[in-house]
């Protein structure tokens, strides 16, 4: 009973350093993800601004650009799918990992060959155990993403669409031509909340609105200089890096957001395991002290037993 007792202290001990680990990493989680809904937050207007205009020229102007033009006969898509560098972030990168699968599956139905871009070393671990090719991967940066990592991003996949369906786009052999471009997220929805989100970046899709502005709404706005054409080729791919970062920031957010959400309940979870093994502990206690107990009246009824008959 004492070996037992001692392996149950063993346990509670462990279990109050593991809830000491996880207690520290939720509040590392809650003082991170402010920063990283303000940096959500901030993105968000030029992101909405950059659309409008995107979509004014591309939706309302005679220019033909190859971001813009759909394909006759898609057969090559390229998916970026955005994960998380480190774990202990509940069902974060196997939820946002199930949606691109189920987007690769739908591809492929389509008879379209999927390229796979990854953001995020759990992505990239996860193609690399099933022994399957990913063209680029992007690490480092899941939990604090930078511009120059979504322009990096932008304009590898930019080169991938604008390059000959399945020919190597530059001097990168690795990154062959596509004719589509979907981006798999995490969307931010609340600190309760993260949604799954798959999306076509290229070629470009216009949804915002469906009627064309009157000549008095759309000139105060945007005055072309010096042609329609030449602000297409500067605005596009801006426009694809910013939808990547926007994308990287809802991910970073989405990915505390969960990691707290996980750390809270391991800790929980260490509080419920501590209870019991104390429980569990004092009952072994008690248990072995009751049957001292009895060992020494037992012994003590023996004794006097013996001691009656032998008078």
Known sequence: MAVSLREYRARIRSTESMKKITRAMELIAASR?????????????????????????????????????????????????????????????????????????????????????????KGEAYFKFRQRPVVR??????????????????????????????????????????????VVYTRFRSMLVQEPTAVRLLPLEVVEGTEAPGEAELLPLYEFEPSPADVLDSLLPRYVQSRIFFALLQAAASELAARQKAMKSATDNADELIKKYTRIANQARQAGITQEISEIVGGVNALADAQAGSE
């Open 33 to 121: 993800i402010i920063k990283a809904q303000q940096r959500a937050q901030a993105a968000a207007p030029y992101a909405r601004e950059l659309t409008r205009a995107v979509s004014a020229v591309a939706t309302f102007s005679n220019v033909d650009h190859a971001l813009t033009t759909e394909p006759t006969d898609p057969r090559r898509a390229a998916l970026l799918i955005v994960t998380s560098d480190r774990g202990l972030a509940g069902a974060y990168s196997a939820s946002v990992l199930k949606e691109a699968e189920r987007l690769t599956e739908k591809l492929r139905e389509e008879g379209k060959e999927v390229d796979v871009y990854v953001s995020g070393r």
């Open 137 to 182: 991967a992007w690490t480092g940066h899941s939990d604090q993403p930078t511009y120059d990592v979504a322009a990096e991003i932008g304009a590898t996949l930019i080169q991938a669409f604008l390059a000959e369906t399945g020919e190597a786009a530059g001097d990168d052999e690795a990154v062959r031509g596509v004719d589509e471009v979907h």
